[in-house]
């Protein structure tokens, strides 16, 4: 069981260009979620996905793309990376995103955009 | 808006020191706290929680207790340990549409415990 993973660790951009962050979960977890943290800010939600098929912006989508084909993966897209989406990228799922049910998190992603 | 309040870190500590990591929101409603911790390379994991005024939350030897009059959620723990390095956030969650939960996070603080 490996949990929340997360892939790549570290990334270097170059502005307008475009990746992928991968996450993946192996809990059958149907709520699915991306979080940005910045510098003395608190982490700020994305985008989140209550199942497969479904997804909704969160506070801060503006940048990002994201879909849902799956129950197990949940890739966030930057189409044209802006130096104002460095940040560390987490991305976190629980089984129903309802009530108090604890919400587990990756490792994170460190994305440095030049 | 919704906010939470973390003070500012680092917070250096001898082993076996008293810890208090102060936490105060702003919400509208009746939230639930948090406190998730962050060890070094890892991801963030819930600690405690408390759901309404005057829980309190503990585990692995840390507490904190939901004040509704003050709005805070405090963390405490009387012996820290080396192995309590990390960075700690507090966090509210409140619904939103659909009867989901958001959670609003704080800026962490970072805990350093030397030997």
């Known amino acids: 069981n490996a949990g929340v993973t997360q892939t790549p660790k570290f990334q270097v951009l170059k502005t307008g260009q475009s990746m992928t962050l991968q996450c993946a979960q192996d809990?059958?977890?149907?709520?699915m979620s991306w979080y940005r943290q910045d510098p003395g800010m608190g982490l700020r939600l994305i985008h989140y996905s209550v199942g497969a098929g479904i997804t909704d912006q969160g506070e801060v989508p503006n940048g990002y793309n994201v879909s849902r084909s799956t129950t197990e993966d949940f890739p966030l897209r930057l189409l044209s990376a802006a130096p104002s989406q460095t940040s560390v990228y987490f991305c976190?799922?629980?089984?129903?995103?309802?009530?108090?049910?604890?919400?587990?998190f990756g490792p994170g992603t460190r994305l440095l955009v030049l | 808006g919704d906010s939470v309040t973390q003070m500012e870190g680092p917070v250096t500590l001898s082993e076996e020191a008293f810890l208090t990591i102060n936490c105060t929101y702003t919400a509208t409603g009746y939230p639930s706290l948090f406190w998730y911790v962050q060890y070094p390379g890892e991801g963030l994991q819930l600690l405690l929680k408390?759901?309404?005024?005057?829980d309190k939350g503990s585990n692995k030897g840390f507490e904190a207790t939901y004040r509704k009059e003050t709005t805070s959620f405090h963390l405490e723990k009387g012996s820290v340990q080396v192995s309590d390095s990390a960075v700690y956030f507090c966090?509210?969650?409140?619904?939103?549409?659909?009867?989901?939960?958001?959670?609003?996070f704080g800026a962490g603080t970072r805990l350093a415990v030397h030997p």
């Open positions: 976190a799922s629980s089984y129903s995103g309802r009530g108090l049910e604890t919400q587990y």
């Open positions: 408390a759901t309404k005024a005057d």
């Open positions: 966090a509210l969650a409140l619904m939103f549409s659909g009867g989901y939960n958001k959670l609003i």
């Open positions: 809990m059958n977890h149907e709520y």
